[in-house]
């Protein structure tokens, strides 16, 4: 029994291919929405690629840049099979491929979907990555003498000051390394040295920040240096007033600016996908009305169209069957003797039946 069983006239017939005709080309127009929100997506994470380390964070905008290129391609090609459609005679040189079409094109849809929960679930590589990316790049904020992270201090610097942050987690991480380069150290004052024999690794450590990570619209001067010593200022507190510079992490604020844009895309990308859903189940009733037309020979009489030929169960069970077989027609059937090697040896008797042989004589 067939599922979703529509019966269409010839007027009902034109009038949805030509609506499909103009369906399809607006989701050509998504599939370059979903390209172009891939493209900002992968700019986005390259303009800080510095500061995150090599994983799989570029998988989603692939995917999405992936599915934009098919889509313009897929609904192109289905826009020209539902302009046909309105002719029987014209039909007749697609009825072939419009099931694989549909079957490719569902398969596509799937895609689409895929990619947009990918938004909602990559938020823990982006974290692991910024985690580690922003960690090294702390690290190595001093060298800016060193071949290939002489930038990584102006990187630091614009991401702290333009997304309001500071160090990985926290200020506190600035105080865990080296961040004031060797060589503008004065290796001469005997605080400087005290400060890196206290060290076992000998290193200069110091309860102090970059200039980047105070915030400018504290009415006090910003304090980089001693911000955990309250008797080094005057009225300060560290631990009850509010400090001048910025409280959030950097990997906290870049979280938040990733996962808000993903967040936006998702939602495009699931809108995208009902929307081609609903034009692939229109080109489905397209497909079995015309299917029906050319079986019953009048192009003037009604036909019906439907979603599944068969119901649920028996259309699930079918495809299992077909998977199950796959393959089995090239395999050689072992039933009936069908292993038997002398099975396509041909008889050398040419039609004798009755053939005597000879007995070797008893030895006497």
């Known amino acids: 029994m067939a599922v979703f069983k529509v019966k269409f006239t010839k007027t009902r017939r034109d009038k949805l291919a030509q609506i499909l005709w103009i369906l399809n080309w607006v989701s050509v127009a998504s599939g370059i929405i979903l390209f172009s929100l891939g493209l900002f997506l992968k700019i986005e994470i390259k303009k800080r690629s510095e500061v995150m380390a090599k994983g799989d964070v570029n998988s989603v905008p692939n995917v999405l840049i992936s599915v934009g290129v098919i889509a313009c391609i897929i609904n192109f090609l289905g826009g ?57 790049a702390i690290k190595f904020y001093k060298d800016t003498d060193i071949p290939g992270r002489c930038f990584l201090k102006k990187t630091v610097d614009m991401l702290q000051i333009g997304f309001q942050c500071c160090g990985n987690n926290g200020f506190r991480d600035w105080f865990e390394i080296q961040w004031v380069s060797a060589r503008y150290l004065n290796m001469a004052s005997k605080e400087v040295l005290d400060r890196l024999k206290s060290n076992v690794d000998g290193k ?35 631990l009850t ?19 808000a844009i993903m967040r936006y895309i998702g939602i495009a990308a699931l809108l995208i996908w009902l929307f081609e859903l609903s034009v ?17 020979g009048d192009l003037e009489s009604e036909s019906d169209g439907w979603l599944l030929e068969n119901s649920f169960v028996e259309t699930a069970r079918y495809s299992i069957n077909i998977i199950k077989n796959l393959g089995k027609a090239n395999q050689i059937s072992t039933v009936s003797g069908m292993n038997d090697p002398n099975v396509d040896v041909q008889n050398t008797n040419c039609g004798k039946t009755n053939v005597t042989t000879k007995s070797l004589p008893a030895a006497s």
Not at 104 to 118: E, Q, R, S, Y
Not at 280 to 296: D, E, S
Request: a neutral charge; aromatic letters at 14%; charged letters at 20%.
């Open 80 to 136: 020209k099979i539902c302009y046909d459609c309105s002719d029987a005679n014209k039909f007749s040189r697609w009825k072939l491929v419009m099931l694989p079409y549909i079957v490719c094109t569902f398969c596509f849809t799937f895609c689409i979907l895929v990619g947009a929960l990918m938004c909602y679930t990559m938020r823990n590589e982006l974290e692991e990555s910024l985690y580690l990316g922003l960690r090294d």
């Open 280 to 296: 692939l189940i229109g080109v489905r009733y397209l497909q079995t009305a015309m299917k029906n037309i050319l079986l019953v």
């Open 241 to 259: 007033e509010e400090l001048n510079i910025w409280v959030k992490g950097c990997r906290e604020a870049l979280l938040d600016y990733y996962t």
């Open 204 to 238: 200069f450590l110091v309860d102090g920040v970059p200039f980047s990570c105070c915030n400018p619209s504290s009415p006090r001067p910003c304090i980089q240096y001693q911000l955990t010593n309250n008797s080094a200022h005057y009225n300060y507190d560290f």
